[in-house]
T-cell receptor
């Protein structure tokens, strides 16, 4: 069965500190991997996808196939980064996502 | 473009009552989805529809039914609501060949 684990329910850091949100997955095949974000009072939206290999709002995510991890990182957290973050691999057909339990990031001033 | 819209935004039901959650998208997407979001459990897929006229069960379909009325609309029905169905419900859509999903604003449902 496909499983996605985000081990930290809550991550609290100070502004300017580095942040890493962990994601481990158990999947057959080669899934496409995504990070979604939900800011307060806003709808869930795509933050970044592995295949595009881009940095969005200073966040990057590296796929480690050996460890089956897709951790989200940012070198200097900002207060506006406070939100819920969800890791989501797709199935091989690309028509379904499995969401992790989410990590709430709080960036303190 | 309004994107993905959902109605209602909030709803309170008594146990045993029925209701339908509405979802519509104006992006000409083929695939549509219904999720529920519970604290600590992320989003769990209830049903999805790969195209007009087709629907498939997701991870947690029990107690729900869906209708893909046309390409734009995908409704979720609770025939006999139970307190365990208290949750926030999200609808999403996705274009063909693109794994990204676009989400609606959610419906907060409370069953007492």
């Amino acid at each position: 069965a496909q499983r996605v684990t985000q081990p930290e329910k809550l991550l609290s850091v100070f502004k300017g500190a580095p942040v890493e949100l962990k994601c481990n997955y158990s999947y057959s095949g080669s899934p496409e991997l995504f990070w979604y974000v939900q800011y307060s009072r806003q709808r869930l939206q795509l933050l970044l996808r592995h295949i595009s290999r881009e940095s969005i709002k200073g966040f990057t995510a590296d796929l480690n196939k050996g460890e089956t991890s897709f951790h989200l990182k940012k070198p200097f957290a900002q207060e506006e980064d406070s939100a819920m973050y969800y890791c989501a691999p797709s199935n091989n057909a690309g028509n379904m996502l499995t969401f992790g339990g989410g990590t709430r990031l709080m960036v303190k001033p | 473009n309004a994107g993905v819209t959902q109605t209602p935004k909030f709803q309170v039901l008594k146990t045993g009552q029925s209701m339908t959650l509405q979802c519509a998208q104006d992006m000409n997407h083929n695939s549509m989805y219904w999720y529920r979001q519970d604290p600590g459990m992320g989003l769990r897929l209830i049903y999805y529809s790969a195209s007009e006229g087709t629907t498939d069960k997701g991870e947690v379909p029990n107690g729900y039914n869906v209708s893909r009325l046309n390409k734009r609309e995908f409704s979720l029905r609770l025939e006999s609501a139970a307190p365990s169905q208290t949750s926030v419900y999200f609808c999403a859509s996705s274009p063909p060949g693109n794994y990204e999903q676009y989400f609606g604003p959610g419906t907060r449902l409370t069953v007492t």
